[in-house]
């Protein structure tokens, strides 16, 4: 596999923030998929956002997260500027990016990183459903997992600090 085949979904967001979650959507679309006409990337963007549940925000824009962590604004004063996305829709809008992509393995670096309980669960099924859809494999690194995301896991590396494996299988 070459770079171009692997759809990596990083720990940290990184987002054109001035644009808005259907903006972002559609550049991604059009890059990703070329082939498909404007019409097929449309039903397959509405398809991604109900299935993340970001449909009431598909008109906002991103904005920018790090200005709180710039100033040092503790984390209860922080308020979100309305029409701005908080930090799970924006972890929300990662994992859209990647489902929309035509690729041949995807590793996704903690995928439920700032999703709540609901949303965690919401975004494996996806991962583990597209994976199946596609016959790719799926790659994740996840910390703490509830147990309703660990009977979805096919196979598991534990890992104990230090990167000592305690334990590998199904």
Known sequence: LDSHSVAYLQQH????TQLTVSETLKLAAFLEL???TQSERNVLIQQTVQQLGLQHAIYRQIGDLSLARRF?????KRKRTPGRLSGGERRRLSV??????AKQLLVADEPTSGLDTTY????IKLLKDL??????PAICSLHQPRSSIWQRLD????MAPG????YMGE
């Open 131 to 136: 994976a199946v859809s596609r016959n790719i």
């Open 34 to 36: 070329p082939d498909l």
């Open 120 to 123: 965690s669960e919401t975004v």
């Open 13 to 16: 967001d990184d987002f054109f």
């Open 72 to 76: 040092r604004i503790p984390r209860l």
């Open 155 to 158: 196979s598991i590396v534990l």
């Open 163 to 166: 990167g000592r494996v305690c």
């Open 96 to 101: 859209a990016l990647e489902l929309l992509t």
